[in-house]
C-alpha cells in the first residue's frame, strides 16, 4: 500500500468549468476527508465520509461542490462552474475509527482557475 | 468557538540551531493533539500525536510537549537541518458523538538557512 493517493496532481482550467479530482485512500481506511488549502493557511476542513456515507458538509462546501465515495474506497470532489476564488490546493485525508483518528494525507491535487 | 492559534507565523533559524514552535489552543473536549510536517507543495504529514495524559513525546530530533491545563503545545527542533524547512501544523481533536472533530491551526513556517 503507498498511502493515500490523489490526482491529478496539478489542474490549471478555466473559469466556469468542472473539474473532478479523485482520491483513494490507504486501502483498509474507512474514513475520508477532504479539506482545501489557501496559500499559507492551514486546512479548511470541507467534508467527510465514513465508509459510503458522507456525514458531514462545512459550510465552505457550497452548491457548486459535490463529493461522493459510492461504494466506500475512492472519492471524487466535483467542482462545477469554477471561480477564481476555487484555486486552492485540495488534500484528502484518510484514517481508521479509533486509532486517536489519526490522519494520512494525500500531496494534494493544485487547482488554479484563470 | 474551537480555535487553534500558532506563533510565530514565519520564523528563520541558521543551520544547527534548535527552535520552539508554540500552539495554543481552545478546544473542547480534548481529544487528541497532533504535530504535522508540511512541505511546500506536499501533503502534511504527521510527526507526533499527543493524548491528554502526554506531556512529553519525541520523534528523532522533534520533541512535542503538552501542557492540557493552561491549553499549550511547543514542538521543539533540535540541531535543524535544511530539510526541516516546511510548514508545522499543529491540530487539535475534539470529542464528539459523531466522531473526533479536528481543528488546524494556520502553521509555523520555518526556513533554515545554511
Known amino acids: 500500500d503507498t498511502g493515500v493517493s490523489q490526482n491529478p496532481r496539478h489542474k490549471i482550467t478555466k473559469r466556469g468549468q468542472n473539474v473532478t479530482f479523485r482520491c483513494d485512500p490507504i486501502?483498509?481506511?474507512?474514513?475520508l476527508y477532504w479539506y482545501r488549502q489557501t496559500l499559507g493557511q492551514g486546512p479548511e476542513f470541507l467534508t467527510y465520509?465514513?465508509?459510503?456515507?458522507?456525514?458531514?458538509k462545512s459550510r465552505l462546501l457550497s452548491d457548486r461542490f459535490s463529493a461522493e465515495r459510492p461504494k466506500g474506497s475512492f472519492s471524487t470532489l466535483e467542482i462545477q462552474r469554477t471561480e477564481q476564488g476555487d484555486s486552492a490546493m485540495y488534500l484528502c485525508?484518510?484514517?481508521?475509527?479509533?486509532?486517536?483518528?489519526?490522519?494520512?494525507f494525500g500531496e494534494g491535487s493544485r487547482l488554479t482557475v484563470l | 468557538k474551537n480555535q487553534v492559534e500558532q506563533s510565530p507565523q514565519s520564523l528563520i533559524i541558521l543551520e544547527g540551531k534548535n527552535c520552539t514552535l508554540q500552539?495554543?489552543?481552545?478546544?473542547?473536549?480534548?481529544?487528541?493533539l497532533r504535530w504535522y510536517k508540511q512541505d511546500t507543495g506536499r501533503g502534511p504529514v504527521s510527526l507526533t500525536i499527543?493524548?491528554?495524559?502526554?506531556n512529553t513525546k519525541s520523534n528523532g530530533r522533534y520533541t512535542a510537549t503538552l501542557d492540557a491545563d493552561t491549553k499549550q503545545s511547543s514542538l521543539h527542533i533540535t540541531a535543524s537541518q535544511l530539510s526541516d524547512s516546511a510548514s508545522y501544523i499543529c491540530?487539535?481533536?475534539?470529542?464528539?458523538?459523531?466522531?473526533?472533530?479536528?481543528?488546524f491551526g494556520g502553521g509555523t513556517r520555518l526556513m533554515v538557512k545554511p
Open positions: 465520509f465514513q465508509n459510503e456515507a458522507q456525514l458531514e
Open positions: 491540530v487539535v481533536s475534539a470529542r464528539r458523538d459523531a466522531g473526533n472533530m479536528l481543528t
Open positions: 500552539c495554543n489552543y481552545t478546544v473542547s473536549p480534548f481529544s487528541n
Open positions: 485525508a484518510s484514517s481508521l475509527i479509533g486509532h486517536h483518528g489519526e490522519l494520512f
Open positions: 486501502s483498509e481506511h474507512n474514513r
Open positions: 499527543m493524548t491528554f495524559s502526554e
